[in-house]
Nanobody, 126 residues
Framework: QLQLVESGGGLVQPGGSLRLSCAAS????????IGWFRQAPGKEREGVSC????????YLADFVKDRFTISRDNAKNTVYLQMNVLKPEDTAVYYC???????????????????WGQGTQVTVSS
């Protein structure tokens, strides 16, 4: 059973930076695409970023593509989301998710992912 644990969330000021980690246990992530999603109170869970089984296959939503970076370290079985120039509207619970994937690119569809972490809270406020 694949288990995912997010960490790195917290309270930061606007313009600050934060790095989220998604650590996996139970299985190697080598053949899993990993997605980052976020959900603010009263809103639907939305896709932020994803990375495929190739380190050249990444996606960033338009609202974060100039500020966030996704990467993976298969040796550590961990995926990272580097978040820079954080804004109050980035405040949400951030989730990582995984699905076995062999295609090109990566899926940015919430219902496609089969395994989810419990989420980590990110709050951006002055």
């Amino acid at each position: 059973q694949l288990q995912l644990v997010e960490s790195g969330g917290g309270l930061v000021q606007p313009g600050g930076s934060l790095r989220l980690s998604c650590a996996a246990s139970g299985f190697t992530l080598d053949y899993y695409a990993i997605g980052w999603f976020r959900q603010a109170p009263g809103k639907e869970r939305e896709g932020v970023s994803c990375i495929g089984t190739s380190d050249k296959s990444t996606y960033l939503a338009d609202f974060v593509k100039d500020r966030f970076t996704i990467s993976r370290d298969n040796a550590k079985n961990t995926v990272y989301l580097q978040m820079n120039v954080l804004k109050p509207e980035d405040t949400a619970v951030y989730y990582c998710a995984a699905v076995i994937y062999y295609g090109m690119g990566c899926p940015n569809v919430r219902d496609y992912y089969t395994d989810w972490g419990q989420g980590t809270q990110v709050t951006v406020s002055s």
